[in-house]
């Protein structure tokens, strides 16, 4: 295993929570409508773009291009306003000494999220550098749950896919990894996240030797 391939909302910081909230905050202040909590798994790990198309699909309003740029504009200057409180203290538990292990082992980490915002939150978290490479969301075709994220997360520190593991949190995130050829590694519960190789409950139970040797089994028994 030379590299991993981090998700960030969810799996880093809890910070997918203040997505949704912008997104509420949005339609009720553009469309006096409320926003369901159930719609939430909809909108988690994937693009600003797509998060908006589910949530209007949902809601059956249609709006001109202009329009749907402008709200996403708006909602990422929401997100970004609650962001402003992150510290290091938000890191969700067990995640820093993750990193410092897959450090202590010359794993390279590489960052594979839908958020433009990936590197103005890792400087808040101050794990910005923690991180060898983050990958440029803008810069792939398609959002998850195509691989294109982790193929470019992959692909910034060297690796190949098969020689890395993916963390995700999300049914589109551990789609991806999969379609990618990496080793998905899923945090959440198993109805939602069955399709992951490996799965652990929160973030605190995240533990680096069974990891590895979790990738190792799957690769020998895939020879």
Known sequence: MKGVLFDLDGVIADTAVYHFQAWRKLIKDHFNRELPAALEKQTKGVSRNDSLTAILAYLDIKVSDAAFQKMTDEKNKVFREL????????????????????????????????????????????????????????????????????????????VEPKECVGIEDSIAGIKAINSAGAFSVGVGNKSDLNQAKLLFPNTSYLNYQQIVQAWQNFNQNSN
Do not use: C, M, R, W
């Not at 938000?90 to 594979?112: R, Y």
């Open 83 to 158: 962001l402003a409180s992150l510290t290091p203290q938000n890191i969700l538990p067990g995640i820093s000494d993750l990193i410092a292990q897959f450090k202590e082992h010359d794993v390279k980490l590489s960052l594979a999220s839908a958020s433009l915002n990936g590197p103005y939150i890792l400087e808040k978290l101050q794990l910005n550098s923690a991180f060898d490479a983050i990958a440029d969301p803008s810069k792939v075709v398609a959002g998850k749950p195509a691989p294109d994220i982790f193929l470019a997360a992959a692909s910034a520190i060297n």
